[in-house]
C-alpha cells in the first residue's frame, strides 16, 4: 500500500513538472515570432533600348524578371515590398507591365512611392498611378500611398510616402499630417507590443552625402523616431546602395537598385523575441551575370553601391 502511494505521489510530481514545462515552454515559444519578407528597390522599369547614366535600363525587364522567379523560389516569405521607383517614368503601359509581373508572387506584394513613380508634369499623375495599383493588387485596399497593416502577431508594417509631386526634384519630405499619423502608428505598435518596421523610398540615414536626393525635414522624422524607445528598423531603397547601420534602437536598411550594380534585393528574416530582436539580412543577385557586368563596368564607384560584407549579408540584433 505504502509502495502505492509512493509511485502515485512520484507519478503526480513528475505529472506537474511535465505540465509547467508544456505551459512556460509554449509560452516562450508564442512570444518568439518570426517573419520573413522580400525587399526590392528602384526597378526604374522602362522601354529604353539603350542605357542611360549607370542604369542599365535596356535590361530592366529581364532584370525584374529574374527577381520574381527567384522571389517565388523563396520558401515562408510572409509578403513582398517594392521600395518606390518602380517605374523609370509614370506611364500606365509600363505600370501594367509592373503589376502584371508582381501579380506572378505566390507572396501578397505591396508597394511604397518613389520620385519616379511621381514626377511631376506627367500625364499618369500620382493619384491614378495609386488607383491603379490599387485595382490590380487586392491586397492594397488602403486609402492613401501611406498606409500600415499587422502581417503577422508581433509585427506592424508602416509604409510612409515622401515623395514630392508639386515640383521637379529628387529630395523627400514628410508633410505634418503624415507625422502625426506615424506617431500615432508607433504608439499603437509599443501598445500592442509590435516591432514597427517602415517603409520608404528616401532613406533617413543617408548612404553617402547627397543635398539633392535626402529627406529636406530629416530632423522632424527621427525626432518622431526618437520619442518612442522602442525598437525598430527602417527600409528604403533611392540612393541604389546597399547599407545596413544601427542606431541605437533604430536599424537603418537600404537596398540597391536593380538596374545598377550589384543589380540585387534584400531577403530579411526577423525574429522578435522576448528580450531582443533578431534581423538576419540577406542580399540576394541577379542570375543574369552579363547584365551585372555591364552594370559594374558603368558604375562610377562598384564599392560605393555594393557597399561592405556586413551591409550585404548581417545578422544584426537589437535589444528590448
Known sequence: MKKNKKSFLGNFIVLL??????????????????????????????NKTIDTSYKVLSSSKPLFEDVISQINKQKGLDFVIETGDLLDKPKKKLLDYACEQLNQLKYPWYFAFGNHDAAVGSEFKKD??????????????????????????????????????????????????????????????????????????????????SFHHRIINAKEFKDVLDSHKIPMAIFTGHYHATRVYKEGHILHVSTPSLVTYPCAFRIIKIDNKKDKVVFDISLKETNLKDVQKKAKIMTFSSSTYKGEESDQNTVVVLDK
Open 17 to 46: 513538472i511535465l505540465i509547467a514545462f508544456v505551459f512556460f515552454g509554449a509560452n516562450s515559444l508564442s512570444y518568439a515570432n518570426t517573419l520573413k519578407f522580400a525587399q526590392i528597390s528602384d526597378v526604374h522599369l522602362s
Open 128 to 209: 491614378k498611378y495609386f488607383d491603379f495599383i490599387q485595382k490590380h493588387n487586392k491586397n492594397m485596399n488602403f486609402e492613401k500611398p501611406y498606409y500600415s497593416f499587422i502581417p503577422k502577431q508581433g509585427f506592424r508594417v508602416i509604409v510612409l510616402d515622401a515623395t514630392v509631386d508639386t515640383k521637379i526634384t529628387s529630395n523627400g519630405e514628410l508633410p505634418q499630417e503624415q507625422l502625426k499619423w506615424l506617431d500615432s502608428q508607433l504608439t499603437e505598435a509599443e501598445k500592442a507590443n509590435q516591432l514597427p518596421l517602415i517603409f520608404l523610398h528616401h532613406p533617413l540615414h543617408e548612404p553617402f552625402p
